[in-house]
């Protein structure tokens, strides 16, 4: 293991919990992890990953960091604002952890930029705030055989789920077939998000994400986690997988990756 | 009485409950007698022939009814019903 005296002392606390240990920790360190868009939820993501000493994090964001996004996206800073947001995170990150090597891609996901980067990758982190990219990122994982951490917010709830759909598990379409149309559904801007949710929900994703890494504990591959933060509930709702799915069930439709052009963001 | 949870999105048709009562022998009974009391909640869960949106689940107990046998599937007293629509945020706004 060729950790130096500061990593071993940086990461004391988690080394020595025998589900991490030495081996745990190198597991870590080469592990390389692509978060989906560095917002509410790609903040607590890219900051919990880079503190556990994640070797490889990957920002896809194509935005500036604005004043209205400091109320949960803690990646980015008061005089960050103006930056972009991968820029901003990027040089959080290497403050927070200087051994995490941070790759930046200043640009909106799609079906082109996807497919190059995720050989780059071992694991996928969505957390994106749109439809059309969540069907794209599932959709790319597929093709690409890659794990995905799949979460969302809106208003007071979170959904989770682990997307293993190239281990036979369900994918996000097994799930939800269809995204919404537009129109049907607000806006977080207009619909309101709780900045501490996005904090919650996030952090469970990077807790799914190292467990992944580790090869412990149980998955939410073939559940639905759902979190409401009013009531203080946690529930679990079986996922099965969907022997019609256009993209993983028995006689699929989709067989390339395509752009759906879905103009609802919720 | 059927208990139906109420996701954050639909519950200003259910003056802000999270959880309502309802009754019916089958998931489409239940709504129906679910659009009475709060009108216009069909029309958010069901398309315009009446098939539930393919962005909503419903779940009986902890089975999305759509792999038992959705709108047909049989509810009975004491069951829990939970209505998850797909939600999309996580990034800017």
């Known amino acids: ?266 | 009485m059927i208990t139906i949870r109420i996701p954050t999105p639909l519950r200003p048709m259910t003056g802000g409950k999270s959880e309502i009562e309802g009754k019916g022998n089958s998931i489409g009974e239940l709504i129906e007698q679910l659009n009475i009391a709060h009108p216009g909640l069909k029309d958010r869960i069901c398309d315009e022939r009446g098939e539930i949106r393919r962005f909503i689940n419903i779940y009986l107990n902890e089975e999305d009814i759509r792999f038992l046998t959705g709108k047909d599937t049989p509810v009975k007293d004491g069951d829990a019903v939970s209505i998850v629509p797909a939600i999309a945020g996580g990034s800017h706004d």
């Open chain 1, 1 to 266: 293991m060729e950790f130096t005296e500061e990593q071993l002392e940086r990461y004391s606390r988690q080394i020595i919990l025998k589900e991490v240990g030495g081996k745990g920790q190198h597991r870590l360190k080469q592990a390389r992890v692509l978060v989906v868009g560095a917002g509410g939820l790609g903040s607590p993501i890219a900051m919990y990953l880079g503190a556990a000493g994640i070797g490889t994090i990957g920002l896809i964001d194509g935005d500036v960091v604005d004043l209205s996004n400091l109320q949960r996206q803690v990646l980015h800073t008061t005089p960050h604002v103006g930056m972009p947001k991968v820029e901003s995170g990027r040089r959080l990150l290497e403050a927070l952890n200087p051994h995490v090597h941070v790759k930046t891609y200043q640009e909106p996901l799609d079906a082109g930029n996807m497919m190059t980067l995720l050989p780059d990758y071992d694991l996928v982190l969505d957390g994106s705030d749109n439809f059309g990219t969540r069907f794209l990122v599932n959709d790319a994982c597929y093709f690409a055989r890659k794990t995905l951490i799949s979460g969302s917010i809106f208003r007071f709830e979170g959904q989770l789920a682990t997307i293993k759909s190239h281990e036979g598990y369900p994918c996000y379409r097994c799930l939800y077939p269809e995204p919404p149309p537009a129109g049907l559904v607000p806006s977080c801007q207009e619909a309101g998000v709780l900045g501490v949710l996005a904090g919650t929900v996030g952090i469970l994703q990077a807790n799914e994400a190292v467990k992944e890494i580790l090869h412990i504990g149980d998955t939410l591959a073939d559940r639905l986690l759902i979190y409401d933060a009013l009531d203080m509930t946690f529930r679990n709702v079986g996922r099965p997988k969907d022997p019609t799915c256009p993209l993983c069930g028995t006689a699929p439709t989709i067989t390339t990756l395509e752009e759906h052009h879905v103009s609802c963001s919720l």
